[in-house]
């Protein structure tokens, strides 16, 4: 079995200001990681994973994550944000040796970003 | 364009009523779920299906029921027997294997009156 925690339910930011929504898991197996971003009365969009290789993954939108697996940590950060971030993030995790993307979510957190 | 519809967006239930939530997807996938969302608890998974006629329970499956007639199509029934059916729910679909990305619906929002 695996868990998510996401450490803050809100993070407030101003404008061009940079943020760091942490996100902490445990697990008997190895994981794959995710990030979602979810905007109000909507559905999920993946924002990034991290599957094997460089632990540093990217977005398009300048979101990046790293995956330390020694403090079991997937971070999400963006150097300058923008008031269209608003919006409520979800770290999760799948087991490895699924054969499902069953996808175990952290509680969330709410990005507010303020001009 | 492929995505995922579910409908109704709203949905408002009299206590003691079964009421079904439509999924539909285009993608092509053979795996499908259910996820309720609560505020401030995330997602927790209800059902899956990885194949038509099959499907499994997740974390919350009581009060809860689907079926999987057509690799398109995943209702989930919410039954009087599920005692705090107020929620949001999300359908989502992805191709077989743990690595790959979940597409979500945008979701209905389901309120017991």
């Known amino acids: 079995a695996q868990s998510v925690t996401q450490l803050d339910s809100q993070v407030p930011v101003f404008e061009e200001a940079p943020v760091e929504l942490r996100c902490n898991y445990s697990?008997?197996?190895?994981?794959?990681l995710f990030w979602y971003v979810q905007y109000p009365n909507q559905g999920l969009q993946l924002l990034l994973k991290y599957l094997s290789g460089s632990t540093l993954v990217e977005s398009i939108n300048g979101f990046e994550a790293e995956f330390n697996k020694s403090q079991t940590s997937f971070h999400l950060r963006k150097p300058s944000v923008h008031i269209s971030d608003t919006a409520e993030y979800f770290c999760a995790v799948s087991d490895q040796t699924s054969g499902y993307s069953t996808l175990t979510f952290g509680k969330g957190t709410m990005l507010l970003v303020s001009p | 364009d492929g995505g995922i519809t579910q409908s109704p967006k709203y949905l408002f239930r009299k206590e003691g009523q079964n009421v079904t939530l439509s999924c539909e997807q285009n993608l092509n996938h053979d795996a499908m779920y259910w996820y309720r969302q609560d505020p401030g608890q995330g997602l927790r998974l209800i059902y899956y299906s990885q194949i038509v006629n099959d499907f499994q329970k997740g974390d919350i499956a009581e009060g809860y029921s689907v079926s999987r007639e057509k690799k398109e199509s995943f209702p989930l029934t919410v039954t009087s027997a599920q005692k705090n059916p107020t929620a949001f729910y999300l359908c989502?679909?992805?191709?077989?294997?743990?690595?790959?990305?979940?597409?979500f619906g945008q979701g209905t929002r389901l309120t017991v009156v």
């Open positions: 989502a679909s992805s191709i077989t294997g743990p690595n790959t990305e979940a597409f």
């Open positions: 697990s008997s197996v190895s994981v794959y």
